[in-house]
């Protein structure tokens, strides 16, 4: 039985549901970027890859119980999509080969912000050193 991209990142999000103190993470690029533009706010864009165990530790250690979770959830949308999900973002846009990878986005623009940090440089320091330089 194959267990589709959408269903699977959804099992990955459930314990994140029961944490009081996580990122809102919407599953479809295109609301996503709809909403980013209603709100006038930046994307947070996370690519994983099916199957990836660094995917699952960097959602737990990175954005659970982080003091700048507060700060993605109300100045960023955060989009988190899978590399075979086909149709779930634009790949050509969001190209990388490193899974994780995790891009901070213009949305109205459409244009990345700065390197996008791929792979275990995504730690919490990092991603609150982007957050404060994008978001200033």
């Known amino acids: 039985m ?28 295109d609301t996503a970027h709809a ?9 947070l864009v996370l690519v994983l890859k099916q199957n990836s165990p660094d995917s699952n530790h960097i959602i737990k250690t990175v954005f659970m119980n982080r003091k ?8 960023t949308v955060a989009v988190i999509v899978t590399y075979e999900g086909e149709a779930s973002y634009p790949s050509e846009m ?3 080969t490193v899974f994780p990878t995790l891009f901070f986005v213009d949305s109205r623009k459409e244009i990345i912000f700065k390197q996008p940090l791929y792979g275990q440089e995504i730690n919490g320091e990092a991603v609150e050193k982007y957050l404060n330089e994008i978001l200033d």
Do not use: C, E, M
Not at 8 to 14: D, G, P
Not at 35 to 43: F, S, V
Not at 68 to 75: D, L
């Open 68 to 75: 700048y979770v507060k700060t993605i959830n109300k100045k």
């Open 35 to 43: 909403r980013a533009l209603k709100a006038h706010k930046p994307l």
């Open 94 to 96: 969001y190209y990388t």
């Open 2 to 29: 194959h267990i589709q991209p959408l269903k699977l990142l959804w099992l990955w999000l459930i314990p994140l549901f029961l944490s009081a103190d996580f990122v809102h993470w919407l599953g479809d690029y």
